[in-house]
């Protein structure tokens, strides 16, 4: 099914009131395709290792939908995963909102256990099938604010820039320069077996990889990330 959502958001958000200081605040940047012509959006699925992973997911969702968080977004949900499209600016910042006010509340209904999300992350392709921005050219978009969440999370990250001109030293210059500033953001642990460790708040961790590919996005004209996050992990208790 899917449906465009048009809710207010609340008065009273239900997230904490603590900002994360560690991103710029600076709006206006350079202007270009708008997210319905580039196709922002993500594909995420939560899995709660509880028996009740049922009513935590239904109400996790429900949560989010409740604060308002769902406004400006297409979601399309299958027995797989769940679409969400950003038709409208800030396309990153409401991605980055939903994603996180999903986990941190199903993270709340299964108290405090072992949640998993699986998240891609896709910018660039217009209907996602072609590519061809040389009209409408590439938006430079700002770094996302996030609320903490008092949540740690760890996750494995991977960033693909495409449509890069072919040669390997462009795309891992993108690479080399967002594992660089995960590092000096805090957040990057340590190089793993296909993807990069980070650690942190589950706020600063969509964010890291929210930024690097919006930020990717504004030189290359296809770019895709893809995220995996755990929460209430035993083997991080036990580490």
Same mark, same amino acid.
């Given at each position: 099914?899917?449906?465009?959502?048009?809710?207010?958001?609340?008065?009273?958000?239900?997230?904490?009131?603590?900002?994360?200081?560690?991103?710029?605040?600076?709006?206006?940047?350079?202007?270009?395709?708008?997210?319905?012509?580039?196709?922002?959006?993500?594909?995420?699925?939560?899995?709660?290792?509880?028996?009740?992973?049922?009513?935590?997911?239904?109400?996790?969702?429900?949560?989010?939908?409740?604060?308002?968080?769902?406004?400006?977004?297409?979601?399309?949900?299958?027995?797989?995963?769940?679409?969400?499209?950003?038709?409208?600016?800030?396309?990153?910042?409401?991605?980055? #909102?939903?994603?996180?006010? !999903?986990?941190? /509340?199903?993270?709340?209904? +299964?108290?405090? %256990?072992?949640? &998993?999300? *699986?998240?891609?992350?896709?910018?660039?392709?217009?209907?996602?099938?072609?590519?061809?921005?040389?009209?409408?050219?590439?938006?430079?978009?700002?770094?996302?604010?996030?609320?903490?969440?008092?949540?740690?999370?760890?996750?494995?990250?991977?960033?693909?820039?495409?449509?890069?001109?072919?040669?390997?030293?462009?795309?891992?210059?993108?690479?080399?320069?967002?594992?660089?500033?995960?590092?000096?953001?805090?957040?990057?642990?340590?190089?793993?077996?296909?993807?990069?460790?980070?650690?942190? #708040?589950?706020?600063?961790? !969509?964010?890291? /990889?929210?930024?690097?590919? +919006?930020?990717? %996005?504004?030189? &290359?004209? *296809?770019?895709?990330?893809?995220?995996?996050?755990?929460?209430?992990?035993?083997?991080?208790?036990?580490?």
């Amino acid at each position: 099914m899917t449906t465009q959502t048009d809710a207010t958001p609340p008065t009273e958000p239900t997230a904490p009131s603590d900002r994360s200081s560690s991103v710029s605040t600076t709006r206006g940047r350079r202007p270009g395709a708008t997210p319905a012509e580039l196709g922002i959006g993500m594909r995420f699925s939560i899995h709660p290792h509880t028996d009740a992973f049922v009513d935590v997911i239904l109400g996790a969702l429900a949560d989010v939908e409740e604060a308002g968080l769902a406004h400006g977004l297409v979601l399309e949900t299958d027995e797989v995963s769940t679409y969400v499209g950003a038709q409208e600016a800030p396309a990153e910042q409401r991605l980055a #909102d939903y994603l996180t006010a !999903v986990l941190a /509340a199903a993270s709340r209904r +299964s108290g405090g %256990g072992h949640v &998993v999300a *699986h998240a891609l992350f896709s910018r660039g392709c217009p209907g996602e099938l072609a590519c061809d921005l040389s009209v409408t050219g590439l938006p430079d978009p700002a770094p996302v604010e996030l609320e903490a969440t008092g949540i740690a999370a760890a996750a494995q990250w991977s960033l693909y820039p495409l449509l890069d001109g072919g040669d390997p030293d462009d795309h891992m210059t993108h690479i080399e320069e967002a594992i660089a500033a995960a590092h000096r953001r805090g957040t990057g642990a340590s190089p793993n077996h296909y993807a990069t460790k980070l650690t942190g #708040d589950v706020s600063e961790v !969509v964010a890291t /990889a929210v930024d690097a590919w +919006s930020q990717v %996005g504004a030189h &290359v004209p *296809h770019v895709v990330t893809h995220l995996t996050i755990s929460v209430g992990s035993p083997s991080q208790a036990e580490g």
